[in-house]
């Protein structure tokens, strides 16, 4: 049993491998040694922790860790494999602790948790959301390196553009929470043809379009028939929308963005029976998307949070102490490109109407096992395939867990 657990990964791992170019045997190996102890140590994950779990030394994992390699294409390759066909493409900052003010990128971020501007590193994870299997997986996680031309969301802009063949494979449609709604972040996007999500300021300049009929009169009609204003939903304008929730009032309309310079449909929700509740105003830059569709994409992209809580409290994310560029990006990745594969052995391979919320504890507490069960196996010579130890086998690498 522990050998089978292991060679569903690397049978997945392997597979996947083989459709990228330039990957010889020996980069192969060390990549599914590597990912197999990011998923099976538990406590910290750094340089000396993979040489006291690991086949290699210490000096290796720091060698190779420095050489390239294409987590998006590795991760784009998994998703289409192993996902519904039904994507968005997401992006999300998030917060990496680290001192030292030689590592490449040092700087003063905004972290989520803290609630401040803190010094570290900061990650743009770029995920694809399955909308069909409600979840998410990492593509890829490059670092922020600010520079003196260019603002915040200029620099989110070029990441997504750079590797747009790579996302266009899967979707065109990105989903944003309201920070990337921004003339900056959005319009680079429209130029690259693709659509955005998101959510929009609550007292945002967004005007209706006028649908009053020419009066035959001399000089243009005028284009726009006031302002928007989501607490006062204007129903000559503003088209209803059938919502599940009893105690949410839905609309939707084409409007011009002042901000974006550009007509958008946006959908306001707004709770039936709180007046003190502020209306929530969503919005997608393709006008014919559906109201239905742009909440689902909206609230889907929730997922990707789940990855960098999943990262942080058992692959690892937080534990590099290298000061290489490179070496950071490969461990960065690295902690966010096992939990795709801890979902396609573990999670995906269930019906849906039999899964439970996906663990990744239990996912760590199983492989943590194997690999202990493993190396008393070798030490101690005992046959883990005879009848006799199965059943006992089996029983030890689910100690411990959860929800298996």
């Known amino acids: 049993m522990t050998i089978e657990g292991n060679t569903i990964y690397k049978n997945l791992i392997t597979r996947i491998l083989r459709k990228m170019p330039a990957i010889n045997k020996w980069r192969q190996d060390f990549l599914i040694e590597t990912f197999l102890l990011f998923l099976s140590i538990k406590g910290r994950i750094n340089f000396l922790q993979l040489g006291r779990y690991g086949e290699y030394t210490e000096q290796r994992y720091r060698q190779q860790f420095e050489l390239p390699f294409d987590f998006l294409s ?10 519904s066909g039904s994507y968005v493409i997401a992006i999300d900052p ?14 003063k971020f905004w972290s989520g948790q803290a609630s401040s501007v803190k010094d570290g590193l900061e990650l743009v994870g770029i995920a694809t959301i399955d909308i069909d299997n409600h979840t998410a997986f990492h593509l890829d996680a490059p670092q922020t390196m600010p520079r003196a031309n260019q603002t915040l969301p200029e620099i989110y802009a070029e990441m997504l553009i750079s590797r747009k063949e790579q996302l266009f494979a899967l979707s065109s449609v990105v989903v944003a929470d309201a920070y990337f709604s921004k003339k900056a972040f959005v319009n680079p996007l429209l130029k690259n043809e693709f659509m955005l999500v998101g959510r929009l300021r609550k007292d945002a300049n967004l005007l209706y379009l006028n649908k009053e009929k020419s009066t035959g009169k001399r000089g243009r009609p005028k284009k726009y028939a006031g302002k928007v204003d989501p607490k006062n939903i204007n129903k000559d304008y503003l088209e209803l929308v059938p ?4 105690e949410t009032t839905l609309c939707t309309a084409i409007v011009y963005s002042k901000s974006f310079k550009r007509e958008i449909r946006i959908v306001i929700m707004k709770k039936t029976n709180d007046t003190h509740d502020t209306p929530k105003i969503y919005f997608c830059t393709d ?7 742009i909440i689902q994409y909206y609230k889907s992209r929730f997922q990707i949070e789940f ?3 999943d990262a942080k409290q058992h692959t690892g994310l937080n534990h590099c102490q290298a000061r290489s560029e ?7 990745n690295t902690a966010l490109t096992v939990l795709n594969l801890a979902k396609a052995t573990h999670w995906l391979k269930i019906p849906k109407e039999d899964r439970r919320s996906f663990s990744m504890n239990d996912v760590k507490t199983i492989n943590h096992n194997t690999l202990l069960i493993n ?7 005992i046959d883990p395939n005879s009848t006799k130890n199965q059943s006992n086998i089996n029983d030890l690498i689910y100690y411990g867990t959860i929800a298996a």
Do not use: C, W
């Open 74 to 83: 590795f991760n784009k390759e998994l998703v289409m494999e192993n996902g």
């Open 94 to 107: 998030t917060f990496i602790s680290k001192s030292g003010k030689k590592t490449p990128g040092f700087g």
């Open 243 to 246: 919502s599940t929730d009893l």
């Open 287 to 293: 006008t014919q998307m559906a109201a239905g569709r």
């Open 307 to 309: 990855l960098y809580r």
């Open 326 to 332: 490179n070496k950071l990006n490969f461990h960065f």
């Open 375 to 381: 190396r008393f196996l070798v030490k101690f010579g």
